[in-house]
């Protein structure tokens, strides 16, 4: 529901509660039981019972009680504001993001350019996704790493049981930026948020949706985390020294020995969404 609707809706029900609910009731907005200014002591308190007690709520002037609600029908109406404001910030990338420097990169990997490292993780993440959507495994397996890899192995099977496909298309990159660095003795991650649109829906064997909707896109505010090797000697089988391209973590294509090896491409190590909101 809109927040115009919600707002009627409030309205509607509190001149339904006015105007039904005698102005002389037990209790009300303006009781003067706070403040400090009551007593406790039998003779004097506000809270005595009988009929000159201020503790009734009742104002014999209507125009008292009508600006009373409206002043109530106000502060809803800015707590509906403050919601919304929240929920945009949410959904803002650069909400409490502090961008890493270049320069800080570069001490690690001198090479370095952001808007290739941009272009080929969103490459990446599209490849994947698009994987994810045609059960592609073997593309998912050289896009992750082989603990990613297994979970999202995983839940494809439980799509897969339930007859069911999840369908992403249509990326657009709103935002992208560099918040984190990590170096290992072989590998270095870094840590990005990104601002990704797209379709996401899930439909099931006779390609009818049943959850989420083709009509709309949705804004993904995600934090992701890429990683690749830093030593050029090390991408090779330990077992039979075969190269090994494109993995993180996976089996060897010649001798299926398990290996972890040092991938000279950025493959995604880690994803989370942050917020999410329809477009």
């Known amino acids: 529901m809109k927040n115009y609707q919600k707002l009627f809706a409030i309205i509607f029900m509190c001149l339904i509660v006015f105007f039904t609910v005698s102005l002389k009731a037990d209790s009300g907005w303006d009781g003067s039981y706070g403040g400090g200014g009551s007593s ?3 003779g004097g308190s506000s809270w005595s019972s009988n009929s000159g007690s201020s503790y009734s709520s009742g104002s014999d002037n209507p125009i008292v009680n ?3 609600l409206i002043i109530f029908v106000y502060i809803i109406y800015k707590s509906m ?3 919304k404001t929240q929920k945009k910030e949410s959904t803002d990338m650069n909400y409490k993001i502090s961008p890493l420097k270049t ?6 990997i001198p090479d370095f350019d952001k808007n290739e490292f941009r272009q080929t993780t969103f ?3 599209k490849n994947i996704q698009e994987a994810w959507m045609e059960f592609d495994y073997e593309t998912l397996k050289k896009n992750t790493t082989n ?4 979970t999202y192995h995983s839940e494809l099977l439980a799509l897969k049981a339930k007859k069911q496909k999840n369908i992403m298309k249509n ?5 992208f930026e560099i918040v984190d660095m990590e170096k290992g003795i072989e590998n270095v991650s870094l840590k990005i948020r990104a601002l990704i649109k ?3 829906y899930i439909i099931d064997k006779n390609e009818k949706v049943v959850r989420g909707t083709d009509k709309r896109k949705v804004v993904y505010n995600y934090e992701m985390t890429f990683t690749k090797g830093i030593n050029n000697n090390n991408n090779k089988c330990p077992n039979c020294n075969a190269p090994l391209e494109n993995v993180v973590s996976s089996t060897c294509p010649y001798c299926n020995s398990t290996v972890i090896s040092t991938n000279h491409d950025w493959v995604l190590s880690k994803k989370q969404m942050i917020s999410q909101e329809m477009d």
């Open 103 to 108: 320069e800080v990169i570069k001490e690690v």
């Open 81 to 83: 504001a403050k919601t």
């Open 40 to 42: 406790s002591s039998s």
């Open 147 to 150: 603990e990613l890899y297994n």
């Open 66 to 68: 009508i600006i009373v």
């Open 123 to 125: 490459k990446t993440y």
């Open 198 to 200: 797209c379709n996401d």
């Open 171 to 175: 990326f657009e990159l709103l935002d």
